[in-house]
């Protein structure tokens, strides 16, 4: 139980282009879930906390009009870089838990590689 | 604002040895630390967690301990094998919320 789905695994475009990335609960329902940045060699580093039915808090630093978050429904979050730089390109990883019955673990999708040319 | 310290940064054991990975925190109410593996090009993986009512938890190979006096939490694992190698990282949950906090990571390197 408890898998996530990341789609797509790799994006290749041209700089200037948007990108939307999808982030589905396959099992289980998440209220929350949650969208990192990953460079090589370095550890996870939170973006934003996808609500479900509301607004997307961000971690200080990265512009929400920048990384689009829509939390649409209970088993599904999309971010969407918009006007993608080359600086932009990185390993963007989502996930979520199942939060009812106290602390739960995050489960993360396979990760997205963005390039960006 | 909350900090995650993981040491070491890299770590090279021979084949049937133990490795040992440790980790700080600041934040003196978070309650939940999880570990995860993530190898080149993967997902992170959680392979054990433990919470703030335990001193210790033990999954066969893998063991967690942890002292919150000290805000410290620590990764053991035993008879390592080649297939354990891959990088480490230790997370702490943010009280109050559902955001975890992650270390720097740690390269394992089991060598046969």
């Known amino acids: 139980g408890a898998v996530v789905s990341q789609h797509p695994s790799r994006v290749i475009c041209k700089s200037g282009t948007s990108v939307k990335i999808e982030c589905r609960s396959l099992?289980?329902?998440?209220?929350?879930m949650f969208w990192y940045r990953q460079f090589p060699k370095q550890s996870l580093m939170l973006m934003a906390t996808?609500?479900?039915?509301?607004?997307?808090?961000?971690e200080q630093g990265v512009e929400k009009d920048k990384f689009l978050i829509n939390h649409a429904s209970l088993t599904l979050s999309t971010l969407t870089v918009t006007s993608a730089h080359p600086e932009d390109s990185s390993f963007y990883i989502c996930?979520?838990?199942?939060?009812?019955?106290?602390?739960?673990?995050?489960?993360f999708g396979d990760g997205t590689r963005l390039s960006i040319l | 604002g909350e900090n995650v310290e993981q040491h070491p940064s890299t770590l090279s054991v021979q084949e049937g040895d133990s490795a040992v990975i440790k980790c700080t925190y600041s934040?003196?109410?978070?309650?939940?630390f999880p570990w995860y593996k993530q190898e080149l090009g993967k997902r992170p993986q959680l392979i054990i967690d433990?919470?703030?009512?335990?001193g210790e938890k033990k999954d066969q190979r893998i063991a967690v301990t942890l002292n919150k006096t000290a805000k410290h939490f620590s990764l053991h694992i035993t008879e390592t094998q080649p297939e354990d190698s891959a990088v480490y990282f230790c997370?702490?949950?943010?009280?109050?919320?559902?955001?975890?906090?992650f270390g720097t990571g740690t390269r394992l390197k089991v060598l046969a």
């Open positions: 996930s979520a838990s199942v939060e009812q019955g106290g602390n739960q673990p995050q489960h």
């Open positions: 099992d289980f329902q998440a209220t929350t």
């Open positions: 996808s609500n479900e039915g509301s607004k997307a808090t961000y």
């Open positions: 934040d003196s109410a978070s309650n939940y």
């Open positions: 433990i919470r703030s009512n335990v």
């Open positions: 997370a702490a949950r943010v009280s109050g919320t559902y955001k975890y906090i």
